[in-house]
């Protein structure tokens, strides 16, 4: 029986589409569904053009009642009876009630070496720091924002004449590698970190 997956976007989906591309033949995942919180997320239609069930749950109309938009959120999850959730540039903050709720079973791609740079803007911060190298991670979504147990790093050198947009663009192709080898792992329940290059 396959695990099932579905992953949470926010934007263009690339990570998406290398996760989606990744689970075909003998890997024990497949893709059930992909959700935007914003019903324009160009990741949609690459989603609907790969055959996967789309939904999208507009976040605005909530404000800031999280656990509203949270529990539209979690209808549509549970009828998909994801086994793993992975967050792929889904750029809203989860509640530790969702966390909880999905108890260990969500991960999330974030573009800096963690436990640095948490939060936003994590390519200029490594520069403006002089930092020599810079990368993503792959991790388990606990209550605290990008802070859970690492599952893979990808890490390559910061060139003197990098701006954020270079790097970022030098970066996401590692992002497409390093996430379907952690799901990979993940859903066979081997939490062994993968490490590229
Ligand atoms: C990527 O840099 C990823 O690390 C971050 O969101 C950005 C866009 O991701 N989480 P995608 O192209 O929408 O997958």
Same mark, same amino acid.
């Given at each position: 029986?396959?695990?099932?997956?579905?992953?949470?976007?926010? $934007?263009?989906?690339?990570?998406?589409?290398?996760?989606?591309?990744?689970?075909?033949?003998?890997?024990?995942? /497949?893709?059930?569904?992909?959700?935007?919180?914003?019903?324009?997320? $160009? $990741?949609?239609?690459?989603?609907?053009?790969?055959?996967?069930?789309?939904?999208?749950?507009?976040?605005?109309?909530? $404000?800031?009642?999280?656990?509203?938009?949270?529990?539209?959120?979690?209808?549509?999850? #549970?009828? &998909?009876?994801?086994?793993?959730?992975?967050?792929? +540039?889904?750029?809203?903050?989860?509640?530790?009630?969702?966390?909880?709720?999905?108890? /260990?079973?969500?991960?999330?791609?974030?573009?800096?070496?963690?436990?640095?740079?948490? +939060?936003?803007?994590?390519?200029? /911060?490594?520069?403006?720091?002089?930092?020599?190298?810079?990368?993503?991670?792959?991790?388990?979504? #606990?209550?605290?924002?990008?802070?859970?147990?690492?599952?893979?790093? &990808?890490?390559?050198?910061?060139?003197?004449?990098? #701006?954020?947009?270079?790097?970022?663009?030098?970066?996401?192709?590692?992002?497409?590698?390093?996430?379907?080898?952690?799901? /990979?792992?993940?859903?066979?329940?081997?939490?062994?970190?993968?490490?590229?290059?």
């Amino acid at each position: 029986m396959k695990k099932r997956v579905a992953i949470l976007i926010s $934007g263009g989906g690339s990570n998406m589409v290398a996760l989606v591309k990744s689970m075909t033949g003998d890997h024990p995942a /497949r893709p059930v569904l992909v959700l935007a919180n914003d019903p324009t997320a $160009g $990741g949609l239609k690459k989603a609907q053009d790969m055959g996967i069930k789309t939904a999208a749950i507009d976040h605005r109309p909530f $404000g800031n009642d999280r656990h509203a938009f949270e529990a539209k959120l979690t209808a549509a999850l #549970t009828d &998909a009876q994801p086994d793993v959730i992975c967050l792929a +540039g889904f750029m809203r903050v989860l509640t530790s009630e969702f966390v909880d709720h999905w108890n /260990r079973r969500i991960l999330n791609i974030h573009p800096s070496l963690l436990p640095k740079y948490k +939060g936003l803007h994590t390519h200029s /911060r490594a520069i403006q720091a002089g930092d020599s190298h810079a990368g993503c991670s792959v991790h388990m979504v #606990t209550a605290k924002l990008d802070d859970g147990p690492i599952l893979g790093q &990808a890490k390559l050198a910061i060139r003197p004449d990098d #701006t954020p947009d270079t790097l970022a663009q030098r970066i996401l192709p590692y992002e497409h590698k390093l996430y379907p080898q952690v799901l /990979r792992r993940f859903v066979v329940d081997d939490q062994t970190p993968v490490i590229l290059p």
